[in-house]
C-alpha cells in the first residue's frame, strides 16, 4: 500500500492490479483508513486517467453484489441525476421511456437534503410498495417494462466504505472520484447504458459550467474504458425544476407532464433526456425521431396509463394517479407576494430547497421523517414579470407557523426593474 500512495504521490499511473488490491483490502478491512485517505488525496491532487478511472468504477463495482438484469429483454438503460431540487424527472422519464418500448427496471434511492428521492416520492401514493424480489422485479418488467423499487442487496461496499473516508478527509471534491463513485453504482444496478443528467448551478453539486462539464466528460469516458454506452447532458438548475418542490406536489406535477400539461422546463427535459434513452435503447435511430415517439405516448395517454398499471402492480392506490386531489394535501396554503414590481432575476435553487426541507419536505438527517404532503409551488420563474403583492410562491404546510421558510424564499428570490433572459435548460450535451 505505502507504494501504490508513493506512486500516485508522485504522479504516475496505478495498474489495474494496484487499483484492484487497494480496493479489495480496503473493503475487507485489511488496509487502514489512515493509508487509504494519504492515497484519495494523493488522487486529488494528481488525478486519474480514464483508464485508471475505468478500473476503479469496475473494482469498486466487484466489491459486491451486482443485479442481474439479463434475464430482462432488450436494451436496459439507466438514467442518473446529480441532484438537485424539485427534479421530478425520474417519475416522469421512467413511464414514458417504457411505453415506448424500452425496459425500464430502475433501482432509486431515497434523499439526504431538500426534498425526497424517487421512492419518497412513490411513497406519497397509499400503498406502493418499493419492495420486490429479485425474481418479481424481473418479471414486472418484463410484463410491464417498467418497475421502480429502492435498492436491494449489498451493492458496491466499497463505494459506501470510502464515500464515507472521504467526507471527513476532504476529498469528496475530486473528479474522478465522484465519476468513479456514480458510474460504479449505475454499472452494478446492471444497466447496460447510462444516460446522465448532469446539474449545474446554485442548486446543483456542480456549481460552474466547467466542472459539470469535466465530471460529465469523464463519466462518458469511464462508460467507455468499461463497455457501456453512456452520454450526458449538462442541465440547468440555476432555479429549482419545474413549479412543484415537495413529495406529493412532485407526484402531482409529474402527473401534470406525463398529460401534456407540465411545465415548460420540466417537460423539456424529460423529453431531451428521454430521446437520448430512447435512441441509447435501440427504438429509434434519431433524436428527432425519439422525441416523435415519446411525444405520441404523451398524446395517446399510453404513458400516463402505464405509470397507473405499475402503481397498480405494485400495490398503490391507482385512483390516485387519476384523481392526484386524493394524494396527500397539507392542512394550510400560504401565499408569499413580492415586495415589489419588477423582474425575477434569481431564485437561488439551494435556498429554496432549505425553505421546503424547513416544512417536513426533506430529512436534514437520516432518520428525520418526510411529511409527503408539505412543500412549495413556485409561480414564477426567472425572467418572469411580478408585481407588488402577487403571489412569488405557495407554501403547503401543516404548521400555521412558516416565518423561517417564507423569509427564505423571499430573501432569495430576487426581483430587479430590469428584465433578464430565461436561463438556458441545457447547457450541453456530451456524446
Ligand atoms: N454522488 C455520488 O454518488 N458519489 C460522489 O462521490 C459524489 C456524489
Ligand atoms: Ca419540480
Not at 53 to 60: D, H, N, S, V, Y
Not at 234 to 243: E, K, T
Not at 397 to 416: A, C, G, R
Amino acid at each position: 500500500m505505502v507504494d501504490i500512495i508513493e506512486k500516485k504521490r508522485d504522479g504516475e499511473i496505478l495498474s489495474k492490479e494496484e487499483i484492484s488490491f487497494f480496493i479489495e483490502q480496503y473493503t475487507n478491512g485489511s488496509i487502514p483508513d489512515y493509508q487509504v485517505s494519504a492515497l484519495l488525496m494523493a488522487i486529488y491532487f494528481e488525478g486519474m486517467t480514464a483508464e485508471e478511472q475505468g478500473f476503479l468504477t469496475m473494482a469498486m463495482v466487484e466489491s459486491g453484489d451486482q443485479i442481474d438484469l439479463s434475464p430482462i429483454e432488450g436494451i436496459k438503460v439507466d438514467k442518473h441525476s446529480t441532484g438537485g431540487v424539485g427534479d421530478t424527472t425520474t417519475l416522469i422519464l421512467a413511464p414514458l421511456v417504457a411505453a415506448c418500448g424500452v425496459p425500464v427496471a430502475k433501482m432509486s434511492g431515497r434523499g439526504l437534503g431538500h426534498t425526497g428521492g424517487t421512492l419518497d416520492k412513490l411513497e406519497a401514493i397509499e400503498g406502493f410498495h418499493i419492495e420486490l424480489t429479485q425474481e418479481q422485479f424481473v418479471r414486472q418488467v418484463n410484463d410491464l417494462k417498467l418497475a421502480v423499487i429502492g435498492q436491494s442487496g449489498n451493492l458496491t461496499p466499497a463505494d459506501k466504505k470510502l464515500y464515507a473516508l472521504r467526507d471527513v478527509t476532504s476529498t469528496v471534491d475530486s473528479i474522478p472520484l465522484i465519476a468513479s463513485s456514480i458510474m460504479s453504482k449505475k454499472i452494478a444496478a446492471g444497466a447496460d447504458a447510462i444516460v446522465l443528467d448532469v446539474k449545474t448551478g446554485d442548486g446543483a453539486f456542480m456549481k460552474s459550467i466547467k466542472d459539470a462539464e469535466a465530471l460529465a466528460k469523464s463519466m462518458v469516458a469511464i462508460g467507455q474504458e468499461v463497455g457501456r454506452n453512456t452520454m450526458a447532458v449538462i442541465s440547468d438548475m440555476s432555479q429549482p425544476l419545474g413549479f412543484a418542490i415537495g413529495n406529493a406536489l412532485e407526484v402531482k406535477e409529474a402527473i401534470e407532464t406525463l398529460k401534456g400539461e407540465g411545465p415548460e422546463d420540466l417537460t423539456e427535459l424529460c423529453l431531451v433526456l428521454g430521446s437520448k434513452m430512447i435512441v441509447a435503447g435501440g427504438k429509434a435511430e434519431t433524436l428527432e425521431e425519439a422525441r416523435a415517439q415519446l411525444q405520441q405516448v404523451i398524446q395517446d395517454g399510453s404513458a400516463l396509463r402505464l405509470f397507473g398499471e405499475m402503481v397498480e402492480v405494485q400495490g398503490g392506490n391507482r385512483e390516485m394517479i387519476e384523481n392526484p386531489s386524493l394524494l396527500p394535501a397539507a392542512k394550510y396554503q400560504i401565499e408569499v407576494q413580492a415586495q415589489e414590481d419588477g423582474y425575477i432575476t434569481q431564485m437561488e435553487a439551494d435556498e429554496i430547497g432549505i425553505a421546503a426541507m424547513l416544512l417536513g419536505a426533506g430529512r436534514a438527517t437520516k432518520e428525520d421523517k418526510i411529511d409527503l404532503a408539505v412543500g412549495i409551488m413556485l409561480k414564477k420563474k426567472i425572467g418572469d414579470r411580478v408585481m407588488k403583492g402577487e403571489p412569488l410562491a405557495v407554501i403547503h404546510s401543516n404548521t400555521e407557523n412558516v416565518d423561517k421558510s417564507k423569509e427564505l424564499i423571499m430573501k432569495h428570490i430576487h426581483i430587479s426593474p430590469e428584465k433578464v433572459e430565461k436561463p438556458s435548460l441545457i447547457h450541453e450535451m456530451i456524446t
